[in-house]
């Protein structure tokens, strides 16, 4: 089986300052595979800053890696031609955030909907271009008769979220990377959005790279997820070892910060100690075990056991993993 989308070593480094630079290396080289086989759903999980939004946009070509390599479709997306380039923007589809960073609060949303569908030449025609997108507001919960010909600051959150994940999917994607889509909308259309994206994967066989902070999501949408902390991968599997039975301290660092859904069982008392200090490994040099700036981290992988690496040396009786790509370790989802 081939990939669809291929990371080979790919790393970003920000660099600041005129005279005296200083460099930042956001995402430690990392290498990552979609299969064009089987549609999966993959989360990028950590705290503010770990990186994962830096690794989205690096996958996405919004940002310019600084080092390895970055394919699609087994074309280097450096040496891509124009077309290739735009089928490329057309099959890899981004979700942001903030909907309304999207908008132009001057046109009127049916603006975001039909201008993709014209770059791309998705439609011979007018009346083509408003069936497709009718379909895809349908497909995401909307009625397109309280949604279009509005302007943006007349829907809610929800509905500026629920349209973007429209105007990803009416492009007939083979990717679509979501950064924190439900991270602005209220609790009740969280579970909504994330049955929308499960949905695109199971019916229309699209692949979704999920960014979150939120584990509780990642579980619930998620077969596969990798835990960054400080731009290096620590953790990663499958959804249902990492978060049920995590190896990595930071992994359970954030799991334990998880309240547990038992009213009479005080937070304190299940969760422990959950402070950094408190979960690091003497003796480990990993990113999270290792807190100094001025020594650097080692980056080895372990196989914990099936479906389950892990960056922090927890017993000599683990292996090093025998690939650098970590989506081999990942488990294949059921069609």
């Known amino acids: 089986m081939g990939s669809l989308l291929k990371a080979e070593n790919i790393s970003k480094e920000y660099v600041s300052g005129t005279f005296i630079k200083k460099r930042n290396l956001a995402l430690k080289p990392v290498s990552f595979s979609i299969d064009d086989k089987t549609p999966s759903i993959t989360a990028i999980a950590g705290e503010s800053g770990s990186g994962k939004t830096t690794f989205?946009?690096?996958?996405?070509?919004?940002?310019?890696?600084?080092?390895?390599?970055?394919?699609?479709?087994?074309?280097?997306?450096?040496?891509?031609?124009?077309?290739?380039?735009?089928?490329?923007?057309?099959?890899?589809?981004?979700?942001?955030?903030d909907p309304f960073e999207v908008y132009n609060p001057f046109y009127k949303v049916d603006h975001v909907l039909t201008t993709p569908l014209k770059k791309f030449g998705m439609a011979s025609s007018k009346s083509e271009s408003d069936e497709m997108i009718i379909s895809a507001l349908e497909e995401v919960g909307l009625?397109?008769?309280?949604?279009?010909?509005?302007?943006?600051?007349?829907?809610?959150?929800g509905q500026r979220q629920r349209i973007m994940v429209a105007r990803a999917?009416?492009?007939?994607?083979k990717i679509i990377i979501a950064d924190?889509?439900?991270?602005?909308v209220d609790a009740s259309l969280r579970a909504t959005i994330l049955e929308e994206l499960k949905n695109l994967r199971k019916n229309h066989g699209i692949s979704i790279i999920y960014i979150t902070h939120d584990l509780t999501t990642a579980y619930q949408v998620a077969d596969n997820i990798m835990v960054?902390?400080?731009?290096?991968?620590?953790?990663?599997?499958?959804v249902e070892n990492v978060i049920n039975n995590p190896a990595h301290p930071y992994t359970k660092l954030l799991t334990d910060c998880i309240p547990k859904p038992d009213p009479d069982q005080k937070w304190s008392k299940t969760s422990g100690d959950i402070?950094?200090?408190?979960?690091?490994?003497?003796?480990?040099d990993?990113?999270?075990?290792?807190?100094?700036?001025?020594?650097?981290?080692?980056r080895e992988i372990y196989e914990f056991k099936k479906n389950q690496i892990v960056s922090c040396k927890l017993s000599k009786k683990m292996k090093l993993c025998a690939d650098k790509d970590i989506s081999k370790y990942f488990i294949k989802p059921k069609k």
Do not use: W
């Not at 009625?143 to 809610?156: A, F, I, K, V, W």
């Not at 999917?169 to 994607?173: S, V």
């Not at 990993?286 to 080692?298: G, L």
């Open 180 to 184: 924190e889509p439900v991270s602005m």
């Open 143 to 157: 009625r397109p008769d309280e949604t279009l010909g509005r302007y943006p600051h007349q829907l809610s959150g």
């Open 286 to 298: 990993c990113a999270f075990c290792n807190q100094s700036n001025d020594k650097e981290s080692f």
């Open 169 to 173: 999917f009416l492009l007939r994607p």
């Open 228 to 238: 960054l902390y400080r731009g290096q991968v620590v953790e990663a599997g499958s």
């Open 275 to 284: 402070t950094i200090q408190s979960r690091i490994i003497k003796g480990c």
């Open 56 to 97: 989205a946009r690096v996958l996405a070509g919004i940002l310019k890696k600084s080092s390895g390599v970055l394919r699609f479709k087994d074309k280097d997306l450096d040496y891509m031609t124009k077309d290739e380039e735009l089928n490329f923007k057309k099959d890899v589809q981004t979700i942001f955030q």
